[in-house]
């Protein structure tokens, strides 16, 4: 767990290394050479991702937040979960859109929010759910939520300002004009450079959840039976329905867009055919070597969660 958090801290040194050097060679080429600038700028940025974040999840997901009572299984699950984290007890919310899933999000560990959606309640039984709550609720207590909100920033920062002074470059003289161009290209470099550094601290994130749910007393086997189950209920979804969460997808306990790809894997899993992974399944899957074909490598590469065998064997070595 430790050496999962030290990347984490590694990548968002990094990440706000280059975010300092792009906007200081950008101030500096229009004339900005005040230090202090350059600083403000960056967190005035952040500041304004990290204030209007929740509304946007909120908004885009339509999420409703419940009391006791009017859910008590789920309230008093999530509750009996953040005692055992030693967190304060989030917010709890039901997503009103059928994509199975789950996530949680906030500004730091007293504003947690964490939220199923309708399609999931329906799809898991109690302890897929609660291990699934595990995992978000260990997002919460790692901070990872955070991290991730402010690493994601920086790539659409840098997006914004290689497009503006390539668009900028165009307008200017000559001399100038290619100066903000040449910016502009180093900017949209560096974009793409920091998008994957994001996607991999997400998928690092994922690890830690997976292994802090477990910590909660959830059995390895019944968070990978609620992954494959996720994976099987995202795969019947058609598209227009996951487009309307693919701007989330990084929150969510598994990107349903991958879903097609990753069902045709996890049912060599399930031996028995039951539609769940048992001990007994974990156990041979520790045992196998897991290779990942190139398309499979690139493919991890560029997704926010890890390929969900590796995922799952991960699992299987906790049991």
């Known amino acids: ?40 700028l960056a967190f005035v940025m952040i500041f304004i991702q990290y204030m209007i974040g929740p509304f946007l999840v909120e908004w885009q997901m339509r999420i409703k937040y419940i009391k006791r009572e009017e859910n008590p299984e789920l309230f008093s699950m999530v509750e009996e979960l953040a005692m055992r984290a030693n967190i304060p007890m989030p917010r709890v919310g039901i997503s009103q859109v059928d994509i199975p899933n789950a996530f949680a999000f906030g500004r730091s560990i007293r504003d947690g929010r964490v939220c199923v959606t309708e399609g999931i309640v329906r799809l898991l039984n109690r302890e897929e759910l609660r291990a699934v709550l595990g995992h978000e609720l260990s997002h919460l207590k790692n901070r990872d939520v955070l991290t991730i909100t402010l690493l994601s920033v920086i790539p659409l920062i840098l997006y914004r300002l290689a497009w503006s002074f390539m668009f900028y470059g165009r307008r200017r003289d000559e001399e100038r004009g290619a100066n903000t161009v040449l910016i502009g290209i180093a900017a949209f470099v560096f974009y793409f450079i920091t998008n994957l550094l994001v996607l991999y601290a997400s998928r690092i994130r994922e690890y830690f959840a997976d292994q802090g749910s477990v910590a909660l007393g959830n059995p390895p086997s019944a968070l990978a039976t609620a992954l494959y189950k996720l994976v099987y209920g995202s795969a019947r979804m058609d598209r227009e329905s996951l487009k309307e969460s693919e701007g989330l997808k990084a929150f969510f306990i598994n990107d349903p867009s991958q879903a097609a790809a990753e069902i045709r894997e996890l049912r060599q899993l399930d031996f028995d ?47």
């Open 1 to 40: 767990m430790f050496f999962l958090q030290l990347r984490l801290w590694l990548l968002m040194t990094v990440f706000f290394g280059i975010m300092y050097a792009v906007l200081t060679i950008a101030a500096t080429r229009l004339g900005i050479t005040n230090f202090y600038a350059h600083i403000v």
């Open 273 to 319: 055919k039951s539609g769940t992974i048992d001990p007994q399944e974990l156990e041979q899957l520790r045992r196998k070597r897991v290779r990942l074909g190139w398309g499979d490598k690139v493919m991890e590469l560029l997704s926010t969660h890890p390929n969900m065998l590796k995922r799952i064997k991960k699992l299987a070595e906790y049991h």
